[in-house]
């Protein structure tokens, strides 16, 4: 099974290690040194370049990390990991 993350990428689900918000993703000094060494070392994605203030959600896989425009819960539901209790 495949994970839409936006634009024209796709990601296979058993690659991904953890979807985060990307608030969520600034708050522990951690996550942020993690954000910003895959940064430099140049494994980030930005799905949405042209317009930074879209980016809803990280995702990290085990080949890259993505930053999509697509919250973080809707990845979740695509992926399977949330299920929708009103259906």
């Known amino acids: 099974m495949f994970i839409h993350l936006g634009g024209d990428v796709m990601v296979p689900a058993k ?3 953890v979807i985060l918000d990307v608030k969520t993703s600034e ?3 951690d996550t942020r040194d993690f954000l910003r060494i895959s940064e ?3 494994f980030v994605v930005r799905i949405e370049p042209s317009d930074p ?3 809803k959600s990280v995702v990290v896989t085990t080949r890259k990390v993505y930053v999509s425009p697509i919250s973080s819960i809707t990845l979740k539901k695509r992926a399977g990991y949330i299920t929708d209790p009103d259906s």
């Open 27 to 29: 708050v522990c000094e």
């Open 53 to 55: 203030k879209s980016a």
């Open 40 to 42: 430099e070392e140049g």
């Open 15 to 17: 690659e991904v290690v």
